[in-house]
């Protein structure tokens, strides 16, 4: 869903309880592994941005999509996200679970390392 919220907290804000308990989530988890990368709008939805590095995620109308910048990374934890979908640069959830999270969390954590930051 295309939003013109000016900051991120906005964003998350604009969308009901359940929606947006699962953006302030993915939120506080980019801003947790990546914290010396600035939060902002890009393209409609809340980026994460250092130099080069682009992570980003967004509600869309039927789904969540996190934009990741690591395709191998990403295909090395496809079977790990059972009711994920997979984009050329994105993953997909219908619903997030605590489970999910935990998942990127994994999955960023181990990207961060490969970051020459």
Do not use: W
Not at 19 to 32: A, C, D, M, R
Not at 77 to 95: D, P, V
């Amino acid at each position: 869903m295309q939003s013109e919220a000016k900051t991120v907290k906005d964003y998350i804000q604009s969308f009901d309880s359940k929606e947006n308990k699962v953006l302030l989530n993915l939120s506080k988890l980019f801003q947790e592994i990546f914290p010396e990368f600035s939060e902002s709008m890009k393209y409609k939805m809340p980026t994460y941005v250092y130099d080069d590095y682009y992570y980003a995620f967004a509600k869309q109308k039927h789904y969540f999509s996190i934009y990741l910048r690591n395709q191998e990374l990403m295909q090395k934890y496809t079977s790990k996200f059972e009711k994920a979908t997979f984009g050329k640069n994105c993953i997909r959830f219908r619903s997030i679970s605590k489970y999910d999270i935990e998942l990127l969390r994994e999955l960023l954590l181990e990207d961060r390392f490969t970051l020459k930051l």
